[in-house]
């Protein structure tokens, strides 16, 4: 992990944490999720660099090491997608491959579609191509489905503000790496549904709790609840929603967003297809919803399987 450089870009009056690591022309640009950050791929920068590529993952604005935006609860997903440019301009990358993982499968497809030529394919984790447009998973599930929650104005930040950064993180790794959907009772908040001698994930240590823990304390969670969980709606003004790049979708038999009404159909009816002709689909029978840290070897050979096709 020592190999891994760090740098900050300046993008839109913002200072951009990035990570990198690899030489070469062929780049791979990493996507996080929640409550993720750069360190989520360390496994797969690492593994990518002594393949021959160059990985680069950067901090959205908001998160880690970047700079806040100055008003966070009106961050956009499209400042994402521009800083984005705007990273792989200030290093002079023409073109990437793209990887998301959760919440960043949306902005890994977004950027291929507003930008198709910066963009050479698409891999996502946990979270497979959706239609541009608000999500209706809401309307489906009961009051307390933790993404109705962590929408409403000051609930989440009630919810978190009773624990520290670092046992916030630790219950989000724990819910999501269960096969169910967190889901809190009418009084119950989200936080709530772990017990505090849950124990962690086999493969999560306390080791990286403490490093996401240090990163959240730092950035705190107000841009990350605004953008995704309050930035469902956003128009993004796509002409065009049909995917035209290669891609690759992971995912793990057991995560919890393969319970998401209508989400198991939409996958493996292959309606998911028709919006991305192109796509390849895997399956890890024993895969949550952090399959690239549950099983980072599986992960990695699927991925330079993946980039050795299309380069």
């Known amino acids: 992990m020592d190999e891994i450089e760090h740098k900050f870009i300046q993008v839109q009056g913002q200072k951009l944490h990035v990570a990198e690591i690899g030489t070469g022309p062929n780049v791979v640009l990493f996507l996080h999720g929640f409550p ?15 393949a021959g590529f160059r990985a680069i993952a950067p901090d959205y604005r908001g998160y880690g090491l970047s700079d806040p935006p100055p008003e966070p609860e009106k961050a956009t997903l499209r400042d994402f997608l521009d800083d984005l440019v705007g990273i792989i301009d200030a290093l002079s990358i023409p073109k990437v491959f793209v990887i998301g993982k959760d919440f960043g499968a949306r902005p890994a497809y977004l950027f291929g579609l507003m930008h198709p030529d910066r ?5 996502t984790m946990g979270v497979p191509y959706l239609p541009p447009g608000p999500t209706s998973f809401h309307k489906f599930l009961p009051e307390g489905f933790y993404i109705s929650r962590w929408q409403q104005p000051g609930r989440a930040e009630a ?32 936080m709530d549904l772990v017990d505090s001698s849950a124990p962690l994930p086999p493969w999560f240590t306390e080791e990286d709790l403490d490093t ?45 967003v393969f319970k998401f009404p209508g989400m198991e159909e939409y996958i493996n009816s292959g309606k998911v297809k028709e919006f991305v ?20 070897e599986e992960v990695n050979q699927l991925i330079l399987t993946y980039l050795a096709k299309h380069i």
């Open 36 to 50: 993720e950050i750069w360190y989520s791929w360390r496994h797969q920068m690492v593994a990518l660099a002594h």
């Open 119 to 123: 963009v050479l394919g698409i891999i």
């Open 159 to 190: 919810d978190f503000g009773r624990l520290n950064a670092k046992d916030v993180v630790r219950n989000v790794y724990i819910l999501f790496s269960r096969s169910e959907i967190p889901i809190a009772a009418e009084n119950q908040e989200i």
């Open 212 to 256: 996401y823990g240090a990163l959240y304390q730092k950035s705190g969670f107000q841009t990350a609840l605004q953008v995704p969980y309050r930035s469902f709606g956003e128009d993004m003004k796509i002409t065009d929603p049909i995917v035209k790049h290669p891609a690759l979708f992971i995912m793990g038999s057991k995560d919890y």
């Open 277 to 296: 002709p192109n796509l390849e689909i895997i399956f890890l029978p024993e895969g949550t919803h952090f399959v690239q840290e549950q099983s980072p």
